[in-house]
Nanobody, 113 residues
Framework: QVQLVEAGGGLVQAGGSLRLSCAAS????????WGWYRQAPGKQRELVAT?????STMYADSVKDRFTISRDKNTVYLQMNSLLPEDTAVYYC?????????WGQGTQVTVSS
């Protein structure tokens, strides 16, 4: 089992920055990949960024060059710069482990124009 606790969401003006964090506990050694996803009202949940255990990263086209995923020990971060109103969503952390996938509770990010 892996438990995830997210933090860092909030309200920010367009062009601003936020950093999300996701602290993991439990069977951390079983985690193969870390990721951030988001879900806007009325839309499906979508991938934002992922990082493998080896450090390889991948980003959605819509956030490339603005968002950065990173990890420090048991915490994964999402640095979000140059935020746009269309980035407004609930952001979820996900880890993929050999036992399965685990999700955080979600944190709201609202970008005002």
């Amino acid at each position: 089992q892996v438990q995830l606790v997210e933090a860092g969401g909030g309200l920010v003006q367009a062009g601003g920055s936020l950093r999300l964090s996701c602290a993991a506990s439990g069977s951390i050694l079983s985690v193969n990949a870390w990721g951030w996803y988001r879900q806007a009202p009325g839309k499906q949940r979508e991938l934002v960024a992922t990082m493998t255990k080896g450090g390889s990263t991948m980003y959605a086209d819509s956030v490339k060059d603005r968002f950065t995923i990173s990890r420090d020990k048991n915490t994964v971060y999402l640095q979000m710069n140059s935020l746009l109103p269309e980035d407004t969503a609930v952001y979820y952390c996900k880890v993929s482990a050999w036992m399965g996938d685990y999700w955080g509770q979600g944190t709201q990010v609202t970008v005002s124009s």
